[in-house]
C-alpha cells in the first residue's frame, strides 16, 4: 500500500485529472485489486453512476475482464500495484495474441525510496516482465508528467489498438514509511 | 491432442457414477445457440461449442489464457446488457481462477449465465483427474461464492431445468454440468485469437 507523503489535496487534483480524463475517453468499465496509491481513482469509480467499478481478487482477472470488455465495445482500465503485474503474465497472452487493446494504470513500489525489502523483485521486474508480454511502458514522475503519459496512452491504447502501462513511480506517489 | 482410447477408458472406469455424455447434454442445455454470445475456455469446451455453432462468428474461444474464460464473460455481459451472454467452460479451467467467481457473485450480471462442463479430468493432456474427482464440488463454491442461482445437471431429468437457468431469470446464473469423461467433438476451429476477435467484433450489432 502506497501512504501519500505529499500533501492529500495535491495528489487529490493529478488523479482526479487522471480520472476525468478516463471518462472524457468514455472508459466505462474500471478493474482494480484494493492499493492506496490508486485511492482516489477507485474511490471516483466507485461513486460514478455511469461505469463499472470491478474489484478484483486478482489482477490477471482484470486483464481477462478488459478483452471481455472489448469484444462487446467498451473501454476500460485496469488499475494495479506493480507486485500484481507479476499475477498478469500468462493472461497477457490474450491480450498480446488478440491483439486486444489494454490501458494499465500500475503504481510502483521496490523503486525511489522504498522501505520494504519485499517489494523489490517485482518493482525491479514490473517494466521487463511488461515488455516481455509486448506491453508498451511510459513512466511517470511527477503530476504534469502522469496526466501526459495517460492521455498519450488513451491515445495509443484506444486509437491505436496497442497495450500500454502508465507506471506512476515513488517519486510521483511517495514512498511508505517503515 | 494428448489422448489415447485406453486413457479414455481408464477415466470411465474410476468415474462410473457420471452418465451424461457432454455430446447430448451441452446442446440440450444451451438450446438455440444464436440466443447467445460465447466466451469459451480452452481444450474441450471450445470444441464442444465450435462444433455445436459451426466455429461461429458469435463465439469467442480460448486455447491458452486458463483462468481467463469466466472474466472475460463479465466484461463483455458489463459491455452488452442488452445481450445474454454465457461462459462454456470446463472444471480444469475455472480451478485455474475461483477467485472470478468471487468477483462475478458481487456484481451478479443479470445477462450472463456460466455452465461449467465437469467431466473431473484434464482431458487435453491426458485425462489426469482434477480436484472435481477427489472431492471438490464447483457448484458449492459458486453459491458459496454468492451466486444465488446454481444447479448441478447430473441426469437427463436434470436438463430442461438447466436450460431454464441459463436463460431465465434475474441475476448470474452457475449450472455445473457433471459428464463421463468421454471426447468433445472433434473439430477444426479458427485458433487465431486476433482474426477470432475481429470476426466477434464485426458480426456484433450495436446496441439497439
Known sequence: ?178 | MATSSTSTTLANAIAPCFVLDRREAVPALIGRHDDFLFVAGLAGTSRDIAALTNDAAHVYSMAGAMGGAAMMGLGLALARRDRRVMVLTGDGELLMNLGALATIAVLNPPNLSILVVDNGHYGETGYQKSHTSLGVDLEKIAAGSGIKRTATVEKAADLAGGARLLREGNGTAFVLLRVKPTEPPPFKRDLDPARCRVRFKLALPSPA
Not at chain 1, 496526466?147 to 489498438?161: D, E, I, K, P, W
Open chain 1, 1 to 178: 500500500m502506497n501512504v501519500e507523503t505529499k500533501a492529500d489535496s495535491e495528489a487529490a487534483r493529478w488523479q482526479d485529472q487522471v480520472y476525468d480524463l478516463l471518462r472524457r475517453y468514455n472508459v466505462t468499465q474500471i478493474a482494480y485489486v484494493p492499493d492506496a496509491g490508486h485511492r482516489i481513482l477507485i474511490d471516483r469509480s466507485l461513486a460514478d453512476p455511469q461505469v463499472h467499478s470491478v474489484a478484483l481478487t486478482t489482477e490477471e482477472e482484470g486483464v481477462a475482464l478488459l478483452a471481455g470488455a472489448d469484444l462487446g465495445g467498451a473501454r476500460g482500465v485496469l488499475l494495479l500495484q506493480s507486485s500484481g503485474v507479476g499475477n498478469c503474465i500468462n493472461m497477457l497472452s490474450l491480450t498480446s495474441g488478440g491483439r486486444f487493446p489494454l490501458l494499465a494504470l500500475v503504481s510502483m513500489r521496490g523503486d525511489f525510496g522504498e522501505g520494504n525489502p519485499w517489494q523489490y523483485p517485482m518493482g525491479r521486474a514490473t517494466q521487463p516482465v511488461l515488455e516481455a508480454m509486448g506491453v508498451i511502458c511510459l513512466r511517470a514522475d511527477d503530476p504534469d508528467e502522469a496526466l501526459r503519459a495517460v492521455g498519450a496512452a488513451l491515445t495509443m491504447v484506444y486509437q491505436a489498438g496497442h497495450a500500454v502501462a502508465v507506471l506512476f513511480t515513488q517519486k510521483l506517489l511517495g514512498a511508505k514509511k517503515f
